[in-house]
């Protein structure tokens, strides 16, 4: 069965080799980030439901339930608020 990613309501595939970041791009999403590497944190994400697992420990502050789709890969079905 497919994995999803659901950005704002509306369904998307996601290719579970690579980030978000690089998933929302392929779709044509518009995300603001000035790293790919989790420093900066303007990719910040509110995380709505499905997990994470992080490439490396990103070193931006991000709230509870925030993620960072810079740096951070699903191997499940995932739906995310851009901000």
């Given amino acids: 069965m497919p994995v999803k990613l659901t950005v704002n309501g509306i369904e998307y595939p996601l ?13 044509a999403i518009a995300v603001e980030y000035n790293c790919r590497d989790g420093h900066c944190g303007a990719c ?7 997990n994470v697992e992080y490439k490396h420990q990103p070193l931006a502050y991000c709230r509870e339930s925030e993620i960072l789709p810079c740096c951070s890969i699903s191997k499940n079905n995932i739906r995310i608020s851009t901000y």
């Fill in 44 to 50: 910040r994400c509110q995380l709505h439901s499905g």
């Fill in 15 to 27: 290719d579970t080799k690579k980030t978000l970041l690089e998933n929302l791009e392929a779709q």
